[in-house]
């Protein structure tokens, strides 16, 4: 009786963490596996092979739904950038779960692969923030080649830290092509979709989903449609100084939480 209780309270835990991020992943352009991933190994009740195809299927839902959203109204979207984006990040994606899998393999211990995972992430985090609100130089590149380049190295990052990659590729978005917040995040998101799907190939492939607990797709899967939903008319509604505002906010939350994750992962 006390484990079908208990049982009960993850699920609904499950379902209200994937909605908040991914309301905040099309809402800002967070993605939501920022926040999913570093929850999720608070609450600590999967390993984290099954958190990353938790976090890869929620935000892979919130993409369709919140780009299905934008395209719908007729947000301006270049979809040859994306595609061009998305190609490296997809490439990157498969080299980042290969990563992945040669750490968990070659060490002692998963705990040892989540605190680096989550220092990585803590520092990454400090950067985003630094990098949205401070003065620094923006460029405007164009050239298809960088554009992929760019998107590899994100997408390789983004899959060994298990995140869907959403802060780290507002701020590149922002500073190296000069996008606006508003249409970082949306783009971000968009991104978000093949990188996703990718990773979702890539784990099906190696793992063929074996053991997994699919029964917990259950609410994820609806609570990331309604999370992308609600996002993308958030997105469309507030100014960029609110969007900015809040996208700061969740980004010092998930550095906090991430450097708590990497301080107890190591003493255990």
Not at 2 to 31: E, W
Not at 236 to 253: D, L, M, P, Q, Y
């Amino acid at each position: 009786m006390i484990f079908i209780i208990y049982g009960a309270v993850i699920f609904i835990a499950y379902g209200a963490v994937i909605f908040i991020a991914t309301l905040l992943g099309a809402f800002v352009g967070l993605g939501g596996g920022v926040v999913i991933k570093p929850v999720l190994d608070v609450i600590n009740f999967h390993p984290l092979v099954q958190v990353a195809f938790f976090s890869s299927c929620a935000v892979f839902s919130m993409s369709i739904t919140s780009t299905a959203k934008h395209l719908k109204n007729k947000t301006p979207i270049n979809m040859k950038f994306v595609l061009l984006f998305a190609l490296g990040s997809v490439l990157g994606g498969f080299t980042g779960n290969k990563l992945f899998s040669l750490a968990l393999a070659n060490s002692s211990s998963p705990n040892i692969v989540k605190g680096i995972q989550s220092s990585l992430l803590c520092a990454l985090m400090i950067l985003v923030i630094a990098s949205v609100n401070l003065n620094v130089k923006k460029f405007s590149i164009k050239n298809p080649a960088l554009i992929s380049l760019t998107g590899l190295l994100l997408g390789m990052t983004a899959a060994f830290l298990g995140i869907g990659g959403g802060p780290i590729n507002v701020a590149v978005l922002t500073i190296l092509f000069s996008f606006t917040m508003r249409d970082a995040a949306v783009y971000s998101v968009a991104i978000i979709f093949f990188s996703q799907l990718s990773n979702l190939i890539t784990s099906f492939v190696n793992t063929h989903f074996e053991g997994f607990d699919v029964k917990y797709l259950l609410v994820i899967i609806p609570a990331a449609i309604l999370g992308g939903f609600f996002g993308a008319k958030l997105n469309r509604k507030c100014n960029e100084k609110t969007i900015r505002t809040v996208f700061t906010a969740s980004v010092c939350a998930v550095a906090a939480l991430s450097l708590y994750n990497a301080v107890t992962a190591f003493i255990k």
